[in-house]
């Protein structure tokens, strides 16, 4: 009942740290890191603690995978001191080795919640598995599985560059035994370890992603709407006149569309170009581009041509907001022709239409219509 106790609490303090922040998703080549590590070595038990201390050095690298998990391979190796004592147990400059993967679980992110802010301090918790040698003079060098528990006690000296207090035990599983029949973890055959690592990590960290807070603009806008739709449910006669005016302009343009063929060839398809627009903005897109890109190419090879722009929006919104964004996406093609094209001003007519009803398709009324002229 108490394990299941701990973990649950595990469980809630790392969808807590999950929850409180919105994390921006790193690429696969971000977050990794290097560092060396110096400390010492002594058995953990059934040996003299400090008798049989010695040096080591090790090498790590690792990537951080999320706020709370990371992974990594490590070296360490223990520098032989055997000859102090006036025997020499080992030919080479390290006595032990070992080579191994690794995990971490970043404690004080679980506990306390993913910052922000980088903090001072961080505390993690090391789990890995890995091989070990040791190198015996005149003898059989015996190769073993390891595992390794401990904890990184970080300290951030600066954006890139850390330094850590290491302390682990490393269990020789195996126990030096070539037919493995006593593997299992045993105290007399462990190593405490005790390490500095000097760290630099290449970035770029964790950054959080703020969400923009619109609701009180959504409320706002929601109001308007109501109050629009109360004001449509009033207004049949009006209704009534504008599908009159409606009639009246299709009638004009049927009228329009049935002209001699001399204004048709003036304004034929071919000296018109569409550009649309997104809902509410006056930005080109990508999209639209190459029919900016065309206009002017026709103004480059026709010198003497010009261009009238006029630019429409679509119902949704106030009639002076649409009028304003109309006049906006005109002008905008405008200058995309001007500083991206180097077409000269004088050669442009730029001008906003307000709300448009040329096209049955309502989001096709989001449009600057582009006409060439000779």
Not at 124 to 136: F, K, L, N, Q, T
Not at 302 to 317: E, L
């Amino acid at each position: 009942m108490k394990k299941f106790l701990v973990a649950t609490a595990l469980a809630g303090c790392v969808m807590g740290a999950s929850a409180q922040n919105i994390i921006e998703r790193p690429t696969f080549g971000d977050n990794w890191n290097i560092g060396i590590d110096v400390g010492a070595t002594t058995p953990l038990k059934g040996h003299s603690f400090f008798q049989n201390m010695r040096p080591t050095v090790g090498l790590h690298f690792g990537k951080q995978l999320t706020p709370l998990f990371g992974v990594g391979v490590e070296g360490i190796f223990g520098i032989n001191t055997s000859s102090v004592n006036g025997h020499r147990h080992s030919h080479t400059a390290f006595d032990n080795s070992y080579v191994g993967g690794y995990g971490t679980f970043n404690l004080t992110n679980a506990f306390l919640g993913f910052s922000c802010d980088p903090r001072p301090f961080g505390l993690e918790a090391v789990a890995g598995i890995g091989w070990s040698r040791d190198y015996i003079a005149n003898h059989h060098d015996p190769n073993d599985i390891s595992t390794k528990f401990g904890l990184n006690f970080n300290f951030n000296v600066s954006e890139n560059v850390s330094i850590a207090l290491k302390p682990s035990v490393l269990f020789n599983l195996t126990g030096n035994n070539s037919e493995y029949k006593n593997m299992g973890f045993n105290a007399r055959r462990a190593n405490f370890n005790i390490a500095v690592g000097f760290n630099y990590n290449f970035g770029p960290g964790f950054e959080c992603v703020v969400p923009v807070d619109n609701s009180a603009e959504i409320a706002a806008l929601n109001d308007r709407v109501n109050t629009l739709r109360a004001d449509i449910d009033g207004r049949d006669a009006a209704l009534a006149a504008a599908n009159a005016k409606n009639a009246e302009l299709t009638a004009a343009l049927a009228a329009a569309n049935a002209k001699p063929a001399k204004v048709v060839k003036e304004n034929t398809l071919s000296s018109v170009r569409y550009v649309f627009f997104k809902i509410g903005s006056s930005k080109i897109t990508a999209d639209q581009m190459p029919n900016v890109e065309m206009i002017a190419a026709y103004l480059k090879n026709h010198p003497k041509a010009k261009v009238q722009i006029r630019g429409y929006a679509s119902p949704d919104g106030s009639l002076e907001f649409n009028e304003r964004l109309a006049a906006a996406r005109a002008e905008s093609v405008k200058n995309s022709l001007i500083k991206k094209y180097n077409i000269p001003s004088d050669r442009i007519d730029a001008k906003g239409e307000g709300i448009g009803n040329m096209f049955a398709e309502e989001s096709w009324n989001r449009v600057s219509i582009c006409t060439l002229e000779e």
